[in-house]
């Protein structure tokens, strides 16, 4: 236990640094979409591709995978059936909605707590996989057909090819099905820039917290009360009785597919509603709350669980 909460306070601190920095303007106020992209596009890519390269196998496509999709499938469908019985909520909402309450904050965040928390990044790349080649292609599709009518076969296809995340996770995975060990000076550059990227992220993070108003009125109080309940709370019980119950998972591994669950929205959420100009509050305040609810969240579940 007292790993877990060094852990958080590791993270919790850096985080702290971004907000700070933030709020005394020094990196200038482009320096949360410059960061960001840095990380997206270099260090968190380098960082998938040498875990990956590296990682167990057998660890990877373990029971974790499945625990994951049903907890995430299960919290998104239940949005997607109250919000449209009970408030009859158009496709383009439903489908920001959905992913608010089962998208998981797996790069900024997961990839944090599982290098610092679980104490194995590569334990969050399945989810990452799972979230970029299934959930958001399909997501996609429904919003470009819903909001302007019309289907882009294309885009919906080489949307994967496109994701330098993917790109580098699929890479690294080939690496490590043939079995083949990279020379030092060949994996080395990856290792260096990947260890820029979990304190990038984390600095991202905390400067996109300064100046943020949450729950305005006419923003969906109540979707996003419905996406903040599923995410924070009903997720990861769902995950502890799939994965205990079903798979017969316990320690580290029911400790694992738990926490993971409880990971906050994903900012990729909001990314996917400004681009098609649906329910950004929506996604936007679950995004945030979800991420204030994390820790003591995460606390409880480390008290109850940790091995």
Not at 29 to 49: D, I, K, N, Q, S
Not at 105 to 130: F, H, K, M, Q, R
Not at 211 to 227: F, N
Request: hydrophobic share 60%; charged share 10%.
């Amino acid at each position: 236990m007292a790993g877990v909460l060094i852990g958080f306070a590791i993270i919790g601190s850096v985080i702290a640094v971004g907000y700070v920095v933030g709020r005394l303007g020094v990196l200038g106020p482009t320096a949360t979409v410059v960061l960001g992209r840095a990380a997206f596009f270099v260090f968190l890519p380098a960082l998938l591709f040498s875990v990956m390269a590296e990682a167990d196998l057998a660890e990877l496509f373990s029971a974790l995978l499945p625990v994951s999709a049903i907890a995430a499938l299960s919290c998104m469908l239940a949005f997607v059936l109250l919000a449209r019985l009970l408030w009859r909520r158009g496709a383009p909402a439903l489908t920001i909605g959905a992913l608010a309450s089962g998208y998981v904050n797996a790069n900024n965040i997961g990839l944090p707590v599982a290098a610092y928390v679980i104490g194995d990044p590569t334990l969050v790349a399945p989810v990452i996989l799972l979230q970029l080649v299934v959930f958001a292609p399909i997501a996609l599709t429904i919003l470009d057909v819903t909001t302007s009518g019309r289907l882009s076969i294309g885009r919906v296809l080489t949307q994967p090819v496109r994701n330098p995340l993917i790109i580098a996770s699929v890479l690294g995975l080939v690496v490590a099905l043939i079995g083949v060990d990279l020379p030092d000076p060949v994996v080395e550059p990856f290792r260096l820039l990947g260890a820029a990227a979990v304190p990038t992220v984390l600095v991202v993070f905390g400067l996109s917290l300064h100046g943020r108003r949450i729950l305005e009125p006419g923003s969906g109080r109540r979707d996003v009360l419905l996406a903040v309940i599923l995410k924070s709370i009903v997720m990861p019980l769902v995950a502890w009785g799939v994965g205990a119950l079903v798979f017969g998972l316990a320690g580290v591994a029911l400790f694992t597919v738990v926490v993971l669950a409880a990971l906050p929205t994903a900012q990729n959420v909001y990314t996917y509603a400004a681009r098609y100009q649906t329910a950004m509050p929506l996604a936007r305040d679950s995004g945030l709350i979800t991420t204030a609810l994390a820790v003591p969240i995460l606390i409880v579940i480390a008290a109850i669980l940790a091995p």
